[in-house]
């Protein structure tokens, strides 16, 4: 995958500023990738048009519960180096499968695209990427938290619209 990032940021001309889409697997990414093809399309014809992924690193410690009478003990357990590298190559390859996917929907409406996949906290990973390749337009899609859930959990648009170093546009799904 790291091909894919070098591409990118070598595909993208000196000064120009990009357009950015950040996905991940649900469908309120998805949801703003196809509005932002139909409501921008005139200006990102004009661009090459990045479609950005971040997945967390595996995790290398996996908890268990176990029950004692009334009580839950629980019991973290360190991953045998062999699981950590399948769940991570399966990670890739998910991650892989969505860009592609979202490439193709961009080809299917004349829009020129390339991908980028990361490994890290995805909002922290969009930040970055918006310096590191140029982003002048942020794109994401609203998940659909409510206010509790969303001031409890955080929200990857909340944090991006806070320190992403350009203009971010969340898209809402219509109901």
Known sequence: MEGEVMEAYHCSHPGERN???AIDEGEYSHY???????????SVQKTTVLIFMAHPPAN?????????????VYCPVSSNPDFVKSVEENQ?????????KAKEICASRGVKAETIADVGDPKEAI????????????????RGLGKIKRAILGSVSSYCL?????????????Q
């Open 19 to 21: 357009v950015m889409v």
């Open 32 to 42: 703003a990738l196809v509005w932002t093809l139909d409501n921008l399309r005139e």
């Open 60 to 72: 290398r410690n996996i908890t268990f519960a176990a029950g004692l009478a009334n009580a839950r």
């Open 92 to 100: 890739n390859k998910l991650t892989a499968a969505y860009l592609e």
């Open 127 to 142: 930040c970055e990427a918006v310096l590191k390749y140029n982003v002048g337009l942020l794109i994401m899609g609203e």
């Open 162 to 174: 806070q320190y992403a170093k350009c203009p971010v546009l969340v898209v809402k799904k219509q």
